[in-house]
């Protein structure tokens, strides 16, 4: 039976970390999946591979990519390795440390960890600025069908995510007045209604998935992160393909119409990627598509 990694369409857990790998040894990596595949359940812990993994097997895996270089004046993004990459959820925070120390060493020497970015739930969903996050996601069948590869499709089940790591500039954003504030987003902070007079920079307007021919909808599972005293929001968005998002981040930028998105006055992406996250096949990653256990 094929089924989506069910981790992908579940609400928010109060705690994640979020690790990506880099590639070590080539030869290694087919005994690392396969230690991979016992280890990863696709709720709990959510698996994506890159495009350098794909490459690096010989593997096509239709719509993967990699991220598309970000020009607009004063973003300066990193590109991660595009290799592995791994949503672990739970609701303990040292659970969470010793379910990623076991996986990174069942990983070695075939995959090497990059970074790791620990999350967790703000109030009730709320991002580092006070305003909510993912009010407009669809929900329902309507979530899966954004989200998830449709069932008439060789990748049925899996899904696409791009992934940013936005650092927030909390003394610009905390010198703004609550009307400067409500404007970025285009919603009230207290109440989260849209305002119907925000400008045309504002947030919502920006990246309303409705307002795009074709609509570019999304299922955001973004979370807060926090470092010392920096955070931000780890942006995360799954699509049965990439072009929602990349339509949307190329509006935010002003490609479109010149005009830049009023986030970027007080938050600023620092790293991103894309990766295709695999179905699963009676309860395991399905890996064929990769060209490994194709017979399994």
């Known amino acids: 039976m094929i089924t989506a990694q069910p981790g992908i369409l579940l609400p928010i857990p109060q705690h994640a970390r979020y690790l990506s790998f880099a590639l070590g040894d080539v030869a290694q990596i087919a005994a690392a999946l396969a230690a991979l595949r016992e280890l990863a359940d696709g709720e709990n812990t959510v698996v994506g591979f890159g495009q350098s993994l794909a490459s690096a097997l010989g593997a096509k895996i ?8 970000i020009t607009a004046p004063g973003l300066s993004i990193e590109a991660a390795p595009e290799v592995l990459w791994l949503w672990l959820r739970g609701d303990d925070r040292g659970e969470l440390l010793h379910r990623s120390r076991k996986i990174t060493c069942a990983l070695a020497p075939a995959f090497t960890l990059h970074d790791i970015v620990d999350a967790f739930k703000y109030a009730e969903g709320r991002d580092l600025s006070g305003f909510e996050d993912g009010t407009e996601n669809p929900v329902g069948e309507a979530a899966i069908d954004a989200a998830i590869v ?8 899996s899904s696409f995510v791009a992934t940013q790591r936005w650092r927030h500039n909390f003394d610009c954003f905390e010198a703004l007045s609550q009307h400067a504030k409500d404007n ?4 009230r902070q207290c109440d989260n209604e849209e ?28 979370m807060p992160w ?10 995360v968005a799954f699509g049965h393909s990439f072009d929602a998002f990349e339509a949307q981040l190329k509006r935010m930028v002003g490609r479109e119409d010149g005009v830049s998105d009023a986030l970027f ?10 990766y295709w996250c695999p179905a699963l096949k009676d309860g395991k990653l399905e890996l064929a598509p990769l060209g490994v256990f194709p017979d399994r």
């Open 62 to 69: 239709a719509g993967l990519k990699s991220l598309p270089q």
């Open 195 to 222: 305002l119907d007079d925000a400008p045309t920079c504002a947030h919502v307007k920006r990246t309303a998935q409705e307002s795009f021919s074709p609509e570019a909808f999304v299922l955001r599972r973004s």
């Open 265 to 274: 006055t007080f938050t600023q992406p620092v790293s991103g990627a894309y």
């Open 226 to 235: 926090a470092e010392g005293n920096d955070g931000g929001l780890l942006f």
């Open 184 to 187: 970025a987003i285009g919603r």
């Open 150 to 157: 449709g069932p008439d499709s060789p990748l049925a089940g």
